[in-house]
């Protein structure tokens, strides 16, 4: 089953059987995030969060792009506004970025990037944010901030370490050169690479097949594992413990366990 919103906004969001697509889609500006973008993104991202129905989230581009980071028109904009006002809607719309990211990072199920062409910037960690990540042949990805005058606002600090090592890191940040698909899989960047074609058709079933368990139980090992490298051990197998009598207590736990022992019978 396949349900859609309104055709033809800044972001695209559709829902085919249990997986959701939500697709920047500003074409004729390399899918650049506007600061309706990022509105209508915290707007989608709070819906697939709480919609039970909903089993996993690809994000990807419309047209030739997957997402050029953020709007140059809004920054040239900002540039010819009072300081004073430039400091505060910055500040403003660095929480709402921040917002949208989290929500992308966090949400209670699994997230695949689909790369379609350039991540860029915002673009780029956007995708980092993402649980996974596989690229169409004719992506690429840079950390191109520094060209900019500025530096990874968008998580890339954070999420491109974890992925690629410190060393690494800094290594792209610092010169915010491109990279092919080839290459990011090599060092870790992205998890997969698949024809330009076949992108969405790949990136769909890897969903199906990532968000066919238990929906409490990932939820509760996302949310450990989004942690892992900021605790200790203890705390990590105390936060276990409490997930595992939350997930003892759930109807899919339950099941699954009727359903094993039914086939255990059955076959005796």
């Known amino acids: 089953m396949t349900t859609s919103t309104e055709l033809s906004t800044p972001i695209d969001l559709t829902v085919t059987d249990g997986i959701a697509t939500l697709t920047l889609n500003r074409p004729e500006a390399r899918n650049a995030i506007s600061d309706e973008m990022r509105s209508l993104l915290i707007e989608h991202l709070e819906h697939v969060a709480a919609d039970s129905s909903i089993k996993a989230l690809i994000l990807t581009g419309a047209g030739k ?3 050029a980071g953020g709007d140059i028109k809004g920054m040239q904009a900002r540039m010819s506004a009072p300081a004073g006002s430039v400091a505060f809607n910055g500040w403003k719309r ?8 989290s929500l992308l990072h966090n949400l209670p199920k699994p997230t695949i ?4 062409g350039a991540a860029t910037g915002l673009g780029c960690d956007m995708a980092l944010s993402c649980d996974f990540i596989i690229a169409s042949e004719q992506a690429s990805f840079a950390m191109s901030y520094i060209a900019r005058g500025l530096i990874p606002d968008g998580g890339g600090l954070y999420f491109l370490p974890r992925r690629v090592g410190l060393s690494k890191a800094k290594e792209l940040i610092f010169s915010g050169r491109a990279v092919s698909p080839l290459e990011a899989q090599q060092i870790g960047m992205i998890d997969r690479v698949a024809p330009h074609e076949n992108l969405l058709p790949a990136a769909q079933h890897w969903a199906q097949q990532i968000s066919a368990g238990s929906a409490t139980a990932l939820a509760l090992s996302k949310s450990i594992l989004n942690n892992t490298f900021e605790l200790t051990q203890s705390q990590i197998f105390s936060m276990g413990s409490q997930a595992q009598g939350i997930c003892y207590t759930s109807s899919e736990h339950q099941e699954s366990v009727a359903a094993f022992l039914a086939r255990k019978a059955e076959r005796s």
């Open 65 to 67: 792009g997957f997402c």
């Open 94 to 101: 660095q929480q709402r970025v921040h917002h949208a990211v």
């Open 113 to 116: 990037a689909a790369v379609n």
